[in-house]
């Protein structure tokens, strides 16, 4: 089984400031790794994921993330962050594919707050 | 291009009914999932469709059930309904089994 730890509920930040959300996992098994926004009132919308190759991921909307095999971690990071950044982050892993299939483990999520 | 869609938006039920949410997915994806977030918490996988076929499920009672039908639309039901089953729920649809997951808005289900 897999599970994840987002280590932080909520994120307070100016704007135009770098941020960085903390991601560790658990797995016994070889997993792929995924950051998602939710803004208000809407759905999850995949920033990027980390499958293989590289550990530096580039996402949508500037920001990136690293794979860090040793520490179990995939922290996300923005240089410079903006209003409309202000969401829920949820990290998510998945065990490779296995029968075709594969299901994401969501962290708890959490909150960027970014003030003006 | 329609990405994923739900209906309806919000839902409010009483305690021991019964309730069904409809999920169409993305163009040309077969494969629907369905997950429940409830409220401050990350979303709880339920159950995956493919062929019209519960191919996973995730540690949900037996009235939670689903359904696929031939255009690969989804429905899911609830059967006896608890306050706890409060949430979001959100439909994900992929193209085929280990395609990348497209979320729809989801549907918010009060149950008093």
């Known amino acids: 089984a897999q599970s994840v730890t987002q280590l932080d509920s909520q994120v307070p930040v100016f704007e135009e400031a770098p941020v960085e959300l903390r991601c560790n996992y658990s797995?016994?098994?070889?997993?792929?790794l995924f950051w998602y926004v939710q803004y208000p009132n809407q759905g999850l919308q995949l920033l990027l994921k980390y499958l293989s190759g590289s550990t530096l991921v580039k996402g949508i909307n500037g920001f990136e993330a690293e794979f860090n095999k040793s520490q179990t971690s995939f922290h996300l990071r923005k240089p410079s962050v903006h209003i409309s950044d202000t969401a829920e982050y949820f990290c998510?892993?998945?065990?490779?594919?296995?029968?075709?299939?594969?299901?994401?483990?969501f962290g708890r999520g959490t909150s960027l707050i970014v003030h003006p | 291009d329609a990405g994923v869609t739900q209906s309806p938006t919000h839902l409010i039920k009483t305690r021991g009914q019964q309730v069904t949410l409809r999920c169409s997915p993305k163009s040309g994806h077969d494969t629907v999932s369905w997950y429940q977030q409830a409220l401050g918490q990350g979303p709880q996988f339920i159950f995956q469709y493919y062929e019209e076929e519960e191919r996973q499920r995730g540690n949900f009672p037996d009235r939670f059930s689903g359904h696929q039908f031939p255009n690969y639309s989804s429905e899911l039901n609830v059967n006896a309904l608890l306050l706890g089953d409060s949430a979001l729920y959100l439909c994900?649809?992929?193209?085929?089994?280990?395609?990348?997951?497209?979320f729809g808005p989801g549907t918010r289900l009060t149950v008093t």
């Open positions: 998510a892993v998945s065990p490779l594919p296995s029968g075709g299939s594969y299901i994401p483990t």
């Open positions: 994900a649809s992929s193209d085929g089994l280990a395609g990348e997951q497209y």
């Open positions: 797995s016994s098994v070889s997993v792929y």
